[in-house]
C-alpha cells in the first residue's frame, strides 16, 4: 500500500523543514510506503529551497513547483494526479503546513483507512477532539461554517472543514470528472460533498487544531464569503460534470490549473432547497 501525503505550500519556509522531518519520524508507525508530496506556489521566502535540501537526504519526498498561487484546489488536484500518475498510491492525505494538523495523528487516520474507509478525517468535533488552536473569533467562523455546510450539504460528518485527511484513490479519483472550486477552502466542503454522492465511506479521528507556529494564516474576508458561497449553490445546485475532455484536459499540470473551467456539463446531486 502506498500512501502520499500532499502538502500545498506558500510562504512556509520557517514550518516545512520541521514538518517534513516529524513526519518522517513516524514512517515505522505507518505500515506502508509513505511519500510527501510538496506542492509550492512559487513562494518567495524560499520554501522550495528548503524542500530540495531535504530531497537530498531523504528518498521519499517529491516538489511540485507551481508558477504563482493558483489555489488550494488546484494544489491538492495536482498533487493527487502526480501521486497516482508517478507514484502509484492508493491513498492520499491532505495536511496544512503550519502544524495546526499535527503529524502524530496520521497513524490513527491511517489505521481507520486501512478499515475501508474512503475518507478518513481529522477532527476537532468528536468525542477527544479540540480547537485550542483557534481564536475565538476563529471558532465562531468555523462553527458558523460546519453549520452551513450540514444546513445545506448534508455531509456526515461532525467536521466538514477540517482540511486534515486521508484518502482513497477511488475517492479521490472522482473529483477529476467535476468542476470542483480551484481556489479557497470551498474545495474541502465541495468535495467532501462529490465523495458522499459518490458512495464514498467516511470515518472521523479525533485531533487537536494547533496554533500556527510561525507565518501568517491564509484566511480572510475574501475565503469566508467565498466558502459561504459555494455551499450555498452546492447545496442548491450540486456540482458539474464535465464531458467532451480527454483525461490529459481533466488534470492540470505544474504550472497552470484547469479546475473549474466550464464546458458541455451536467449536475450531480442536485438539490432543491428553499
Do not use: C
Not at 104 to 109: A, D, G, K
Not at 151 to 176: C, E, H, N, Y
Amino acid at each position: 500500500m502506498i500512501l502520499s501525503l500532499v502538502v500545498p505550500t506558500y510562504n512556509e519556509k520557517e514550518n516545512i523543514g520541521q514538518l517534513i522531518e516529524r513526519i518522517i519520524s513516524l514512517r515505522t508507525l505507518i505500515p506502508s510506503e509513505l511519500f510527501i508530496v510538496v506542492v509550492d506556489d512559487n513562494s518567495p521566502d524560499g520554501t522550495a529551497d528548503v524542500v530540495k535540501r531535504l530531497m537530498t537526504k531523504y528518498d521519499n519526498i517529491r516538489l511540485i513547483q507551481r508558477g504563482a498561487p493558483n489555489g488550494l484546489g488546484s494544489a491538492y488536484m495536482d498533487g493527487f494526479s502526480y501521486s497516482f500518475d508517478n507514484l502509484g498510491a492508493d491513498y492520499v492525505g491532505e495536511m496544512d503546513a503550519d502544524f495546526q494538523h499535527p503529524p502524530e495523528t496520521i497513524p490513527s487516520m491511517w489505521e481507520a483507512s486501512n478499515k475501508g474507509n474512503d475518507v478518513v478525517l481529522a477532527s476537532r468535533y468528536i468525542e477527544g477532539g479540540s480547537s485550542r488552536g483557534l481564536s475565538s473569533s476563529r471558532k465562531l467562523v468555523s462553527k458558523g461554517a460546519n453549520a452551513l455546510t450540514r444546513a445545506f450539504l448534508r455531509i456526515p460528518v461532525k467536521d466538514a472543514t477540517t482540511g486534515f485527511r486521508i484518502i482513497s484513490a477511488r475517492a479521490a479519483k472522482g473529483l477529476f470528472g467535476y468542476a470542483v472550486s480551484a481556489k479557497g477552502y470551498a474545495f474541502q466542503v465541495e468535495s467532501l460533498y462529490l465523495y458522499k454522492k459518490l458512495g464514498m465511506s467516511f470515518s472521523e479521528v479525533p485531533f487537536s487544531f494547533e496554533t500556527r507556529k510561525s507565518g501568517e494564516t491564509k484566511l480572510n474576508f475574501k475565503e469566508i464569503y467565498r466558502f459561504a458561497l459555494t455551499t450555498i449553490k452546492t447545496g442548491v445546485f450540486g456540482l458539474k460534470k464535465r464531458k467532451g475532455e480527454d483525461k490529459d484536459d481533466e488534470r492540470s499540470d505544474a504550472n497552470f490549473s484547469r479546475f473549474g473551467t466550464t464546458g458541455e456539463e451536467e449536475s450531480i446531486g442536485a438539490v432543491p432547497q428553499v
